[in-house]
């Protein structure tokens, strides 16, 4: 049986004083030009990553959900690309514990206080502003949450430069950022993640669909109506009509007896014995959680009562969701609710082509 394998990532070179470059016309946008003549851009990423005298530092310390904040950051991790900075984050009050915990932050040139040169450490950070040219006068600009938890003012500039100057928060372009990000899992997460999925016996690579099934405090808050069990398994018939896999030759069934395979992703596992009880006729695949772990999302995931928990289960009840969300980028297709930031944050994680997720909801948007 094939078993998960994450791939190693690219080990960004430290040889180099990036502390001066040139900026040059390339097409119709420009580009800095680094001393070992890469050109920072979407294309390029890890290039953008060893620039040291322009960045961007993403400043979290919110009490919001984890995928909530990855959303938001990768928007700015973006508007750091596209204005040819590198992207810096500091998490020392984030509720998540520290950022370390899940990426590789030296690695992937996101620590800040990794720089090239002592000259280049030297920087004053001036907040975000809403003038594009302002910016643009600003080496070193940094951004955290607003008064109201929001990034209303990153919505905008984003938005605004997206329109005037350049497509940077497309799902095009915000999959090439997501992916360079998470390509830095950490070590102990990596290694979290697969013993997570091995423990459970999933094999990612027989076809398989897969469900993301929100409760807990999202059914009173964000979501538009209260969608039942059976709203997703429409949604699973829908894909299937959809890509024609309804025939019982199709990739999208096991080989071996032609049963649906289907991952179940949730906040409680309540939602895997109702499937279990609608649909016996599926094969259902999921992680399995320990007895304490599941203690704690017995009812679904409450952000205020998440954050009163403590470090320990937050790290690995947060470590569970990206195993979870590690194997959907394998499903052939997903159902589940763009008004989560958790459904929002897979379709950008997937190399597939986008209407592989079906929303039951919103659709996809990329604040």
Known sequence: MMRFILKPATVLSRSFNFCSFKREKLGNTLSYELPNGNFCSFNDITSCQTISNRSFLWVMHSYSGFTSELNNMLNGFAYSIATQRRFLVVASLW???????????????????STFDVSCSRRTFIMLDKSHTRNEQSDHIMLSRDENGLFILLNSVTENFHKNIAPIISIQQKRRVAHFLWQYLS???????RMAINKSDIDVNVPFYALH????????TESPRNLTIDDYIKGIDHLQKQANLHDANTSSKSTDNNVLRVFVASDTQSVIKELKVIRPDWHLIYLIYDEKLKESIAFGHDQAKFNLLSAEIKLNITRMLIAELVVMT???GIVCTMSSNVCRFIQILRHQNEDSVYSLDDRWHPA
């Open 330 to 332: 394998y499903a052939t």
């Open 213 to 220: 099934i929100r409760r807990g405090d999202k059914l009173m």
């Open 187 to 193: 070590k102990d997460t990596k290694d979290f993640v």
């Open 95 to 113: 509720n998540y514990g520290s950022f370390e915990n899940y990426f590789d932050t030296y690695r992937s040139g996101l620590s800040p206080y």
